[in-house]
């Protein structure tokens, strides 16, 4: 028997309803399991236009409204309005037309997360161009081949280090007409020679647009095989942001009077980043940008905007949490920052059973235990990030059940999600006041999730790309031609249509004896010791499951000198009997969550941390398995020697 999935058409009863809507996902079931849901669209799609319509449908509708704040060289934020916003973009439109630039020329930025990035992305949209971003962390190798497999005729550097660093390479790239940097002022130089282009020259060409317009190319990660150029249309953001602002209620649309505001700090280079920046220009919710992850760097520009939400990944959120233990534990509180842990997380477990029917909620005594450890604990957290804290967006890898409940107990709901470069970002996101702790929520509205046998997440919906680059092919290949995208993750759907992602499907370890086993909770799980940054977990056809680990400094620091010990640096621990006693407790944990033949059995540290700048991480904080089994070798090749 199956449940017959709703039309599009299903959202119409409910699309013009005052306030929050959520609407529970239709499932379909095969062979006793859920096999599908489906959430019907919250907005309807949208049929002309593109994205380089909203700074100016923002002007015509409130000029004076602030959308977003930019950080001077001096640390001090100026807000800018919905007028001054389209002013400058129309500007730099203007000049790019001016130095030659025509529809569909591909203009590549390399940048930090900075108000420019935004900008730049705007004005290209308003010329008619196809941005394609390139982390500026790529290698001189890396960049080549994204501007070399784009086309692109413009590159738009940040620094001149940057702009000199690709010199060498020049002549192996010719499309490449100009070269500007941001920190040569060239940006305001656009503008001023756009002054002789008439503003109807850019009407023009933002008439030429519509929803499927390519609005974008960015490319994988490449950890699973060479680099791929998403094709993301105009119409792919609409149909991602639109349905997110309409079901993320809290984060876009506060009822409570108070401003809503984002700081985004994650790269504008991924996905993840440029969503949620178009989707706050679309929402006119205050955006600020910060340059650098670096605490010594990031919190002063925290403290400073005071944002509502942050746009996060589960690696800082653990840090985060470290953090505030250690100072807790240096500062002799370590008994009531635990004790505070363990109210935050019932008290969020119980807002969730509360939330869905299974439960009372928080009661008496929890509350009253909650509101204690308020001002020690909870609240201390939430003014390292800003103060004014209330909902993060979190996505990249599963956070996990335990931090989920606490964070929520700790005042700060966090809308997990899941999605890929390919899906615009978010294909299933937590729902407003239904969270299932664990889990990385419900499907988008407007998108629908099936398991395929193998136990494969395949999606469909309006923000899958449009296919994937292929200058050979004379443009764009398709990347569904049945409607389906297989991800190459796999997970589970539960009854009520909540996704668990359990693994990636090409990372799946198949043991000598046959056992499959997924290392992605494992090494979540871990990863978020204080004494651990990295975890990789291999086995793949061999007798049993081993780790590789590196160690973080802060972690291992704080905890030898609450040993009495003085710090040392983490390649001198290798061998340290200690260390190893502490992995060694953690992994017999972690083994509890999975059967024997899944369990690790042995281990190594790392002299070394995973870093991007050495090909171990991708940008986004992914591990590149096959790089780091080629540079640990010896590590690996270890832990399998019978004689050890």
């Known amino acids: 028997m199956s449940t017959p999935l709703p039309s599009h058409a299903a959202s119409a009863a409910y699309a013009d309803a005052p306030g929050p809507v959520l609407v529970p996902p239709e499932t379909r079931r095969l062979d006793g399991a859920v096999r599908e849901a489906y ?45 001054e916003f389209a002013a400058q973009v129309l500007a730099v439109a203007k000049g790019m037309i001016a130095e030659g630039l025509v529809p569909g020329d591909r203009v590549a930025i390399m940048a930090r997360t900075t108000y420019e990035w935004t900008l730049l992305d705007f004005a290209a949209w308003a010329a008619g161009l196809v941005t394609v971003p390139v982390y500026p962390t790529s290698s001189l190798f890396q960049t080549r081949f994204i501007l070399q497999d784009s086309g692109a005729v413009t590159l738009i550097t940040e620094t001149a280090a940057q702009a000199a660093a690709l010199g060498p390479e020049l002549d192996r790239l010719p499309d490449l007409r100009h070269l500007w940097i941001l920190e040569k002022g060239h940006v305001e130089r656009l503008a001023e020679l756009g002054a002789r282009v008439p503003d109807a020259e850019v009407d023009v060409r933002r008439g030429m647009l519509g929803p499927t317009t390519l609005a974008t190319l960015i490319h994988t990660s490449g950890t699973t095989g060479r680099p791929k150029g998403c094709a993301l249309t105009h119409g792919n953001f609409f149909a991602e942001v639109d349905n997110a602002i309409e079901l993320l209620y809290p984060v876009f649309k506060d009822k409570s009077g108070d401003d809503t505001s984002v700081l985004l700090f994650l790269p504008m280079s991924h996905v993840f980043g440029r969503m949620v920046a178009v989707a706050c220009v679309r929402a006119r919710v205050r955006l600020g940008h ?88 909870y609240r201390k957290i939430r003014s390292a990030m800003g103060g004014r804290v209330r909902h993060a967006i979190c996505g990249g890898s599963p956070l996990g059940r335990r931090l989920a409940a606490f964070y929520a107990g700790a005042g700060i709901e966090i809308y997990e999600g899941y999605g890929l470069t390919e899906t615009t970002a978010a294909a299933t996101v937590t729902p407003p006041l239904k969270p299932r702790l664990g889990t990385v929520g419900w499907p988008l509205p407007g998108t629908r999730v ?195």
């Not at 605490?295 to 005071?306: G, M, S, T």
């Not at 997380?345 to 928080?362: D, I, W």
């Not at 290949?477 to 049945?482: F, L, S, V």
């Not at 290392?519 to 204080?530: F, G, I, V, Y």
Request: aromatic share 6%; with cysteine; hydrophobic share 40%.
């Open 290 to 377: 910060a340059p650098s992850l670096a605490p010594a760097e990031l919190l002063p520009d925290l403290a400073a905007f005071r944002p509502t939400c942050l746009l996060t990944i589960p690696y800082m959120l653990e840090k985060v949490f470290n953090a505030a233990r250690a100072k807790a534990e240096a500062g002799g509180r370590a008994g009531i920052f635990d004790r505070a842990v363990s109210v935050a997380e019932r008290y969020g477990e119980a807002l969730e059973a509360g939330q869905h029917g299974t439960g009372g909620g928080p009661g008496r005594a929890l509350r009253t235990a909650r509101a204690c450890y308020d001002p020690l604990v």
């Open 450 to 644: 099936r398991i395929a046998a193998d136990g494969e997440i395949l999606l469909a919906g309006g923000q899958i790309l449009h296919g994937y680059w292929d200058p050979g092919a004379g443009g764009v290949t398709p990347a569904a031609p049945d409607g389906w995208f297989p991800t190459g993750d796999l997970g589970s759907l539960d009854d009520e249509g909540y996704l668990t992602i359990t693994g990636r499907k090409k990372e799946l370890l198949i043991t000598a004896g046959g056992k499959s086993v997924a290392p992605a909770p494992l090494e979540n799980w871990l990863r978020s010791h204080p004494l651990v940054s990295q975890c990789l977990i291999l086995g793949d056809r061999r007798p049993y499951v081993s780790a590789l680990f590196t160690l973080d400094p802060d972690g291992v620091g704080h905890w030898r000198r609450m040993q009495g010990k003085h710090p040392v640096p983490p390649e001198l621990l290798v061998d340290d009997e200690e260390v190893r006693a502490v992995l060694q407790r953690a992994v017999d944990e972690a083994n509890k969550l999975v059967s024997r033949p899944e369990s690790i059995r042995r281990f190594a540290v790392l002299p070394r941390d995973f870093t991007e700048e050495d090909g171990h991480l991708t940008p986004s904080m992914k591990l590149r398995r096959e790089a780091i089994m080629r540079d640990f070798a010896g590590a690996v090749a270890g832990l399998y020697d019978v004689r050890g």
């Open 39 to 83: 959430v019907p669209p919250l907005a309807p799609p949208v049929h002309h236009g593109s994205l380089a319509d909203l700074p100016f449908e923002n002007a015509a509708a409130a000029p004076g409204q602030v959308v977003l704040s930019r950080r001077s060289a001096d640390g001090e934020w100026s807000d800018v309005t919905a007028a």
